[in-house]
Each structure stands twice: as structure tokens, then as C-alpha cells.
């Protein structure tokens, strides 16, 4: 390890530790419902009928999912995984648990898409947990990643909660490739939340995002995006959204060279 904080490897106030946010009672993050459904818009359409989220934390995104075969959440953090088994309770087709990417884990009955939101950054050694996350989704089925993008935005905030580092779509194809998976998709969203996080972490000195700031952000910055992510081919952006498909005959990592 580095002299950064500790990662998403230790279970106990995991959560915490990566989002900058405590596992509170309540269901939280009601402040962002428009970027939600944003990231929702962008990711479920690469999804099957069985998906498993990792890093699920309060399982808002999560919740999103209606109609499918079988929707497994899991966290790292054992009051996250509390508090979404409690979540859950009601949906015959959730399950809930506490799942460690940082070992060798795998899902008993593997499923057609792993969705990871705001996780791969946490590792140091990226490929492997792509290749352990891999090991949970059927032949043929993809790994949908959402990571924060571009170096140029890393900021004290991204140190305190354990960023190794943020990406670019190239890089990201990298470790997709190293994995021994087959990249269909890499490509930069949020060209505006990118400009606004820039200004805020790197200007501004920010040290985290702002209740109110977030607020107005979802409600004005959002609708935005949505526009020109349909008008314009983004450049840039605060995140990085790829789409792995694991080979029929499952993953295979290169060698470390």
C-alpha cells in the first residue's frame, strides 16, 4: 500500500472510506435522483436479466432496477449489506451479501451483467479484480464500469478516500485487455460535471462535494449533460464508462510482464 487511505480491501467502514459518506439509517443520497437516472440511462441498457452490483453501498442506484430474473447487491462493508438486505426485503428476486473483490470470491450462480460504480479505482491492481469479478458472470455476459476519469481532475478528495488513480478511456480499455476481457465500449460522460469538479476540487480547494452544491448540480448541470451527450461527441469528462464482455471461455489475464 501507499500512503493513500486505507482501500475497499477491509471491510469494516468500507463504505465510509470510499464515498467520503457514513452508513446512516435513513436511505440517503436523495439530494442526486437526476444523475442517478442519468448513470441508470447509460448503464442498463448493456445489462441482462441477472445482474450483480458490487460496491452497492446504500443500493440507490440499485433500486433502479425493475423486472429482472434476479438482482444480486453486495458490499464490502457489513452495515452497508445490512442496511440493504433491509432495503430488499419486499423484492423476492434481491439478494443481498457481503462480497470482498480484493480475494478470490465468486457468486454460487454466476450472472449475465457485473455493474461496478465508482470501484475499480480502489484497487491497486486493477486487471485482478476484473478478472475476480469475471468469475461471477457467465460466459459471454458483460462487466459494466463507471470510474472516475482523468488524472487531470485527481484531487485531495480522490487521496482521502483511496483513489489509486482516475482514468481515461485508454486506460481503462488496458485493464479490461489485461484481464482477459474484450472491451465493446470506453468512453468519457459528464463533460460537464467534469468542468464543475475541476473548478470546485482543483481551484476551489474543495476538500468534498457540498450538499447544497450537489443539489443545485442535479437539478441544473444533469439536464445539461443529458443534452449535449446527445448533440456532441464528448471529449472529456468527470467519469469513464466501459463495458467489458467476458469470452465464452472466461477470462483469460495476460501475464504480468
Known amino acids: 500500500m501507499t500512503d493513500r487511505e486505507p482501500s475497499m480491501t477491509s471491510p469494516e467502514g468500507a463504505f465510509a472510506r470510499a464515498t467520503g459518506r457514513t452508513v446512516p439509517a435513513e436511505e440517503g443520497g436523495a439530494d442526486k435522483p437526476r444523475y442517478r437516472r442519468y448513470q441508470y440511462d447509460l448503464i442498463a441498457p448493456h445489462c441482462g436479466r441477472s ?20 438482482l444480486v447487491v453486495t458490499d464490502v462493508d457489513p452495515d452497508a449489506v445490512a442496511l ?13 451479501h457481503q462480497f470482498d473483490l480484493a480475494g478470490t470470491q465468486a457468486l454460487d450462480r454466476p450472472v449475465d451483467t457485473a455493474v461496478a460504480i465508482n470501484v475499480l479505482e480502489h484497487f491497486e491492481d486493477d486487471a485482478h479484480v476484473l478478472a475476480v469479478l469475471a468469475r461471477s458472470v457467465v460466459p459471454g455476459g458483460t462487466i459494466v464500469l463507471w470510474v472516475p476519469g482523468y488524472q487531470s481532475l485527481y484531487s485531495e478528495f480522490d487521496r482521502r478516500v483511496g483513489h489509486f488513480r482516475r482514468y481515461t478511456p485508454a486506460t481503462l480499455r ?19 460535471g467534469g468542468v464543475a469538479w475541476w473548478a470546485a476540487m482543483r481551484l476551489g480547494k474543495v476538500q468534498g462535494p457540498k450538499t447544497g452544491a450537489v443539489g443545485v448540480y442535479d437539478r441544473v448541470v444533469v439536464p445539461a449533460t443529458r443534452v449535449l451527450d446527445r448533440l456532441l461527441p464528448i471529449p472529456f469528462g468527470q467519469s469513464v464508462l466501459a463495458v467489458a464482455r467476458v469470452p465464452d471461455g ?4 495476460e501475464k504480468a510482464r
Open 51 to 70: 445482474v450483480l452490483e458490487v460496491g452497492a453501498g446504500l443500493g440507490e442506484f440499485a433500486a433502479q432496477f425493475t423486472g429482472l430474473d434476479r
Open 84 to 96: 440493504l438486505k433491509n432495503r430488499f426485503a419486499d423484492r423476492a428476486e434481491v439478494e443481498a
Open 174 to 192: 488496458d485493464a479490461i485487455r489485461r484481464a482477459g476481457l474484450a472491451c465493446e465500449l470506453a468512453r468519457p460522460v459528464n463533460l460537464l
Open 250 to 253: 472466461g477470462p483469460r489475464a
